[in-house]
């Protein structure tokens, strides 16, 4: 089955104490994005990435890092997590230039906790 | 500021009848509009793009109309069931530098059906 998926889908930390989410998709897409999701601001860019080792900034990139080592995977990395990064974020996937951007494809989300 | 926002944050219909979702834009340099629905718990979902030299594109039961004029999008939903209740947001991607391939999404318009 063609997916995105993210771990963990819940999660409850402290500040300061580092953390990953990760995102992996099966459909050979070259572009992959990180959302947050918060009341009334819809989704709002954070990185993407056009390919492998090909990373940007979004809209709200500060507090976050990614990578992309591989295809398929595009972990979110959060160095030092404040209170204000409490959100839900989506991870989603797009064929890019062989298909379309426009055409997203979302992960089941993963809410995230900072205390 | 370039912004993509939205009429009304509820809609309520009755089951059967159609559905019209409105959204207003700001930034004339996008290239697409897109919609995506996301159902409670999960991710968006691609529905229907449109590209900002057309005025209309029909799908499945949808249909968006673009007035470019008065710079405005709706999504039309046909016979509307129960499965169509979800948030539903409009996206613009537009071609302003760095950020040719990125998506600008509103904050979303909460349709409920009524039985």
């Known amino acids: 089955e063609a997916q995105v998926t993210q771990n963990p889908r819940y999660l409850i930390t402290v500040t300061g104490k580092k953390l990953t989410v990760t995102c992996s998709q099966n459909?050979?897409?070259?572009?992959m994005s990180w959302y947050r999701q918060d009341p009334g601001l819809g989704l709002r860019q954070i990185y993407y990435?056009?390919?492998?080792?090909?990373?940007d900034k979004g809209d709200v990139p500060e507090g976050y890092k990614v990578s992309r080592k591989e295809k398929r995977n595009f972990p979110l990395i959060l160095e030092s997590p404040s209170p204000n990064q409490t959100s839900l974020y989506f991870c989603?996937?797009?064929?890019?230039?062989?298909?379309?951007?426009?055409?997203?494809?979302f992960g089941p989300g993963t809410r995230l906790t900072v205390l | 500021g370039e912004s993509v926002g939205l009429h009304l944050p509820t809609l309520s219909v009755q089951e059967g009848d159609n559905s019209i979702i409105n959204c207003a834009y700001s930034?004339?340099?996008?290239?697409?509009f897109i919609w995506y629905k996301q159902e409670s718990g999960k991710g968006p979902q691609f529905i229907i793009d449109?590209?900002?030299?057309?005025d209309k594109r029909q799908g499945q039961r949808v249909t968006v109309l673009l007035n470019k004029t008065v710079k405005h999008l709706s999504l039309q939903i046909a016979a509307t069931q129960p499965g169509d209740s979800a948030v539903y947001f409009c996206?613009?991607?537009?071609?302003?530098?760095?950020?040719?391939?990125?998506?600008?999404f509103g904050s979303g318009t909460q349709l409920t059906v009524l039985p």
């Open positions: 989603a996937s797009a064929a890019g230039v062989l298909g379309s951007y426009n055409e997203q494809f």
């Open positions: 459909m050979n897409h070259e572009y």
């Open positions: 990435s056009m390919n492998v080792e090909v990373t």
């Open positions: 930034n004339s340099a996008s290239d697409y």
């Open positions: 449109i590209r900002s030299n057309m």
């Open positions: 996206a613009e991607k537009a071609l302003s530098s760095g950020s040719a391939r990125q998506l600008t």
